[in-house]
C-alpha cells in the first residue's frame, strides 16, 4: 500500500505542478494579447464562445508571433548586431549565443568524455578552452546532471575525450529525453578535437 501510494504521489505531484505551471504561463500570455489588441473586438468581450475565441486568438497570435521573431533572428544583420550587443552586454549571452548556427558550427562541439574521478562515461559539449597561467590548457565541458555541471579536462590527454560527429542539437535532443530519441548511433569524429599541443603527452 504505501508503495501505491508512493508511486501515485511521485506521478501527481509532479502533474499538478506541471499543470499550475502551463496555466500560469497561459494566463499570462492571454493578459498579453488582452491587454495589447483583443480588448477592442467586441468577439472576445461579449458572448457564449468567448473564452474559446480568446483561447483560439492567444494561441495563434502566438504562434504567429514566434515565427515572425523566428524569421527575423535569421537575418544577418540582426545576427550581427545580437552578436555586437552580446559581447558588451554579459546577461545577453544566456539568451543569445548565435542560434543553431552556434551549435552546429565548431563553438560546441558534441563529445564522450570520461570523469577523471569517477571514471564514467558520459555525455558532453566543449564549450571552448581554458589556459592557466603556466602555459597548460583544458577543454571546458558542460554536462547535465539535473541542471547543469561542468569539467575541465586536459588537452593532454586524449585517451578522456571523444568527439563526436552528430550534431550539437541532436545530441542535445537525446541528452533531453532522456535518451528515449535522437541519435540511434554515436558517431566518432575522426581525429582528436584539436591537435594535441607539442610536446604533450598522455
Partial sequence: MKQDLWGACKFLIPAVILYYIVRWFYDLIENFWWDTVLFRFHIFV??????????????????????????????????????????????????????????????????LFQHPMAGEWKIGFIMGDQKLSDGKEFYRVFFITGVGDH????????????????????????????????????????????????????
Fill in 46 to 111: 461579449d458572448g457564449e464562445w468567448r473564452k474559446i475565441f480568446l483561447f483560439l486568438a492567444s494561441v495563434v497570435l502566438t504562434a504567429t508571433l514566434l515565427l515572425v521573431v523566428g524569421r527575423i533572428l535569421r537575418f544577418k544583420a540582426v545576427k550581427t548586431g545580437l552578436d555586437f550587443i552580446a559581447r558588451h552586454i554579459p546577461l545577453l549571452k544566456y539568451f543569445w549565443s548565435g542560434g543553431e548556427d552556434a551549435l552546429d558550427g565548431h563553438r560546441i562541439t558534441p563529445v
Fill in 151 to 202: 569539467q575541465f579536462i586536459d588537452k593532454s590527454r586524449p585517451d578522456l575525450i571523444i568527439p563526436l560527429a552528430n550534431s550539437a542539437p541532436e545530441v542535445m535532443q537525446f541528452v533531453a529525453s532522456f535518451m528515449a530519441s535522437g541519435p540511434k548511433v554515436l558517431t566518432r569524429k575522426n581525429g582528436p578535437v584539436k591537435p594535441p599541443l607539442s610536446g604533450d603527452g598522455p
